[in-house]
């Protein structure tokens, strides 16, 4: 039997690739608008940042994350990334 594949991605906080499925991805819409992705299916330019809040701030903080959407972040995206954050961190 194959092998399957795991997709790896690197977060935009640390520069650490890990499995796809262990990051948060955030999206901007062909429409312009920015959403936290939490299921990796919304079409449009993604970037990934870690489930933890030294990683999502430090995207935020060196702007990583608003030039890899090529996009200004919310306050609104920034509160659903701590959120999730929070979330992780009690599990």
């Known amino acids: 039997m194959k092998v399957k594949k795991v997709p790896m991605r690197t977060c935009v906080g640390c520069n650490v690739s890990q499995p796809k499925k262990s990051l948060v991805r955030v999206v901007r819409t062909p429409d ?5 992705d939490r299921k990796g299916k919304v079409s449009g ?3 990934y940042v870690c ?3 030294g990683c ?8 990583r994350l608003e030039r890899a959407l090529e996009h200004a972040i919310d306050a609104e995206v ?6 999730i954050a ?4 009690h599990d």
């Open 86 to 89: 929070t979330k992780e961190s």
């Open 45 to 47: 330019r993604g970037a």
């Open 78 to 83: 920034v509160a659903t990334l701590m959120e």
């Open 56 to 63: 999502i701030q430090t995207a935020i903080k060196t702007r």
């Open 51 to 53: 489930p933890n809040e």
């Open 32 to 36: 312009g608008t920015l959403m936290v």
